[in-house]
């Protein structure tokens, strides 16, 4: 008797689930964003340089996002960070994605990550996860890395899905 009601509940249970509908239970799907840094997006001054990079940005709900950090061939990286701006103008800095410094010469692979999340994170200035959020969905937020070759930025890439 006790089986044929826990089977009898399991499959209530089971037949609830079903009427639900198939939405509730797909993932939503995550927004991604790439970065492509390159000496020549440095504004206002483009810098000569062999070094290059690459991030991709991931909001993971509306409480994070993650990021990757990728470079290649950058000497003595002292920080990196997002800043809010388009492709033509230099801002100031949201976020911080790298605190270095580092000496390292010729460094290629991941040089940071990490996740940004809503309550938590440090933001620079009046910045705040929102406005972060929103920059990045604008296309008004870019990424760049600085060296001690080059301290206004090295390498930088505008953020774009």
């Not at 939405?23 to 840094?37: M, S, T």
């Not at 000496?103 to 996860?129: E, N, Q």
């Amino acid at each position: 008797m006790q089986f044929a009601r826990a089977l009898f509940l399991a499959s209530v249970a089971v037949a609830s689930l079903a009427a639900c509908g198939e939405e509730e239970f797909v993932a939503p799907i995550k927004e991604q964003y790439v970065i492509n840094l390159l000496g020549a997006n440095e504004r206002p001054n483009p810098v000569t340089t062999t070094a290059t990079g690459s991030a991709v940005v991931t909001v993971m709900s509306p409480d994070s996002m993650e990021w990757t950090l990728y470079v290649s061939g950058i000497d003595s990286v002292t920080q990196g960070h997002f800043h809010a701006g388009d492709a033509n103008s230099a801002g100031p800095v949201m976020f911080f994605v790298f605190s270095g410094p580092t000496t390292a010469r010729g460094i290629t692979g991941l040089l940071s990550s990490g996740i940004i999340r809503r309550s938590g994170s440090t933001f620079s200035g009046a910045f705040t996860y929102d406005s972060l959020l929103t920059r990045i969905r604008a296309g008004t937020t870019y990424l760049n890395v600085h060296t001690r070759r080059n301290g206004p930025g090295e390498i930088r890439g505008q953020v774009s899905k």
